[in-house]
């Protein structure tokens, strides 16, 4: 029995006084709920910049488009969404619609730092296949340790 792979995969990871969403597989009508699920669940936590790593994106139509402005709207007025490695697909398509002037488009995960609006946070990593999330405070990632036994 073969396992149905998901249209698109989001993994989630602290980076500074932001989040970083990244994007593998299919941002279109079928899956742009899912971004903005997860997005309005890390904006709902606090977070209010937040960078789309595009890296890994196969395809986006207008629903995907779509979820990214809703996703920016939604973090306005003191907040950011911005995209990081941009497939020339996406880049060609944030410019044909103008968006690339309303979403910035950077090269590399720098997550853009907050107007005087700190405070402590907690990073947040979901797994898309049904997991739980699991929180830990803000700070270094934690090292891998085996599980005594």
């Known amino acids: 029995m073969l396992l149905k792979q998901p249209l698109l995969r989001i993994d989630v990871r602290r980076q500074g006084e932001g989040i970083v969403l990244s994007l593998d597989g299919e941002l279109d009508l079928a899956t742009a709920g899912d971004l903005m699920a997860e997005g309005e669940l890390q904006v709902a936590s606090g ?4 960078t789309l790593d595009c890296g890994c994106l196969k395809f986006c139509d207008s629903s995907g488009l ?7 709207n939604l973090v306005l007025p003191d907040g950011e969404v911005s995209i990081c490695h941009a497939t020339r697909m996406l880049r060609r398509l ?8 309303r979403i910035p488009v950077r090269d590399d995960e720098t997550v853009p730092t907050p107007a005087a609006n ?12 049904g997991g739980p999330a699991v929180a830990r405070p803000p700070g270094p990632e934690p090292s891998v340790v085996p599980p005594t036994g």
């Open 66 to 72: 779509r979820a990214m402005v809703q996703l920016t």
């Open 118 to 129: 700190g405070g402590s946070r907690l990073a947040v990593s979901r797994p898309r296949l």
């Open 94 to 101: 944030l410019g044909l619609t103008g968006l690339d002037a």
């Open 47 to 50: 977070y209010r910049r937040i």
